[in-house]
């Protein structure tokens, strides 16, 4: 967890001299302004109270991250988007088709397989959201530098309604997989399905929007000096 400690203030002036005083991760109710002083590297990672390791950032944000890691700064996430007719098969094949051997998968439809259900229920349904939630948790938070590949239908959740943008903010690699309505309309197999089917379009997810946002997001992260772009590779802290 994060440590409650005061740094260095000749520290944390370099700090805003260098990257500024705009809170750098943007999350989902982000106030923008710099309040408290954010480790890249958590501090209980071993990252240190230095300048190359230290952005400002907003006290919602500071909070919502918790120790979750950038991408690569530890592990790395690969977040596969997949409408929920498929029950995640797409995102299995092309995760099998992408991932090296021992890499963790988190899968829905693979843990739903590991409790024994085959056509869950909502509350087993809701049990198996939690497990994928605790293990999502535990990888986003890891130093080691794994590749972690999770599936997902809807990018959103009770307590994280945006989760699409945690995961732009933290540069994880997201995949979206469309077969295209059609397929699923015909894949679901009765009412309810249909109207996941239906809610899933109707919030429009592309590769090409992600790409987009995932864009912009980068040309930040580079103007922190957390990514290179080629031409500032100095900066990036070492882990
Ligand atoms: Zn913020």
Known sequence: MARRQTIDPLVR?????????????????????????????????????TVANIRRACKHCNASRQDRVLYGYGARLHMIVVPPGSCDREAVDYIDAHKSAGDPVVSFSALAAAMGLTSPSLAERRAVAMAWSGAYRQFAISAEPIDVWCTRT??????????LDEWVALDYDVQVIDPGFAVE????TDDAGRKRVRQWYA??????????RKRERRAKLVALGLRTDGTRASSRPEW
Do not use: F
């Open 13 to 49: 002036a370099k700090v805003m001299e260098t990257w500024g005083n705009d809170c750098w991760l943007g999350l989902p109710g982000c106030t923008r302004v710099g309040t408290e002083d954010d480790h890249i590297v958590p501090y209980s990672h071993g990252g240190g109270d």
């Open 185 to 188: 309309w015909e894949r679901a």
């Open 203 to 212: 919030l429009h997810l592309s590769q090409e929007l992600v790409d987009a």
């Open 154 to 163: 809807t990018p959103s959740s009770h307590r994280h309604p945006r989760m």
